[in-house]
């Protein structure tokens, strides 16, 4: 902005608003997600047509929808909420991006200056305290111009090893005020590059050319393209089964690989007895281990060593066991694969998945991985099904993504994200019935913007998941985990989506590949008998 001082000089200007959008840019962020309020609108009046803006109709939609956004296009997301309010809704999905270690940043709107210490509405109250334990860091900016300090530093932090959330609080009157333009400057001009690269793979390597019966465990933090290529390379020069770790959200091998043996189960116990049959663990990329159902068993057999691979020295402190390198796995699997021995142990047999029965878990999942491309992403939020999803046919990295934290109603708006991130491939938004009703209104942001998303709602009427944790726990079933009533079709129509019931296996089949040239987000409900 340009304006003239008493004596006629034209200087340049430029405004904390504009300075944000400045900062924005200069980090990659590409666009902006969120549900406003009167505090932001400031914020939302000057964003230029290189930020889009995608308005979600609730705020756990809006986190989820940046989180499949940036996890599939590799930059920061970006988050625009109300307050304390929107802040709260969003909790939730929060808990997913969080686990799951996304960069992501969340800007709340805070109350003008003067009224936050009188306690007016839609004040903030504490804000800085409010997304703990979630976030790796949140701020509040003491004067107008420390607004884009604090951003660049909420997105720098976002992207950095271990990668996470962060939360920044600006006060509605901040954003006309004058920007600090040396700080400006300054703040456009600094960057940090990378994650540490592993050192004492060496040490690994060692350890995996003396074992007998060593066994590959990966996460999601070896789904990169360079790691997905070195952990296939890895299995077949070491001749290593490979499993993936219990509730990954992402599936960093190819599930037709004949090393592939599945996802390890989330109790203690049933993890330890599939690793008894090895005296070497490698676990790369993924917390050792995100552990759910109950189990009196120990963690790890005592002849079985295990070593580990995580860029995030906190999962490495809270693990049970193991000896942990700190650096990036995909790194670690490269290096691993370049300096280690090759074996002549025999290669393991491909899995055979049994017959399914009709109108299963298993028959609905085949059903749609007839009709899938190769290249399709999926957002998989089927609880019941979890341990089934490798009856898809995953190829390539990238392709598959799963609510990392285990909240509901993350996936279907995941899935408008990973679209828009990549109109290049086909999305699938594999979705339970229950799941469905927790954040519905990402349908309309679907609709708004022609989003391609083919949704599959998979129906059993009832929490399935939770009678069988039920049955596990031995508490006694009641109408509380019945779904009945319910039209999700209806629901979709309503939101403006074309919808189909699918009555038979193959219609389904037919509806989900004819997704791949869709130009419009549709649904199809599929009744699990």
Known sequence: MRISDKSGYVRLVTHVSEAFYRVLRHHGVKAVFGNPGSNELPFLTGLPDDLPY???????????????????????????????????NAMGCLTNAAAGHTPMVVMAGQQARRYVPVGAMLTNADATKLTDPLVKWSGEPLRPQDGPALLSTALLLAASAPRGVTYLSVPLDDWDELADEPALTGLLDRSVEGTPVVQAVGELKDALN??????????????TDDGFEAAVALAEKACLPVWIAPSAP?????????????VLPS???AVADILAAHDLVICVGAPVFRYHAPSRVGFLPPDTRLYAVTDDPGEAARAPMGRFLIGDPADALVRLLDTCDKSDRPLPKGRLLPDAEPFTAEAILDAVDHGKPDNAVIAFEWTSADLLRDRLTITRPTSL??????????GLPAAIGLSLARPDRPVLALIGDGAMHYTPSALWTAARHHVPVTFVICANHRYRALEEFADLLRVP??????????????????????THHAETLKDLTEFVHEGVHAEEPRLVLVDQR
């Open 210 to 223: 003396r074992a007998d019966t060593p066994v590959l465990v990966l996460g999601p933090g070896a789904d």
């Open 250 to 262: 992402r599936a960093p091998f190819p599930t037709r690989h004949p090393s592939y043996r599945g």
């Open 54 to 88: 995608y308005l979600a109709l609730q705020e756990g939609a809006a986190i989820a929808m940046a989180d499949g956004f940036a996890q599939a296009s590799g930059t920061t997301g970006f988050v625009n909420l109300h307050a304390a309010s929107g802040t709260g």
């Open 401 to 410: 993504f799963y609510p990392a934290a285990g909240g509901l109603g993350w």
């Open 267 to 269: 109790a203690a116990g």
């Open 477 to 498: 079933h009641g109408d509380y985990l019945d779904l009945g009533g319910i039209d999700p079709l209806a629901i979709a129509r309503g939101y403006g989506l074309q």
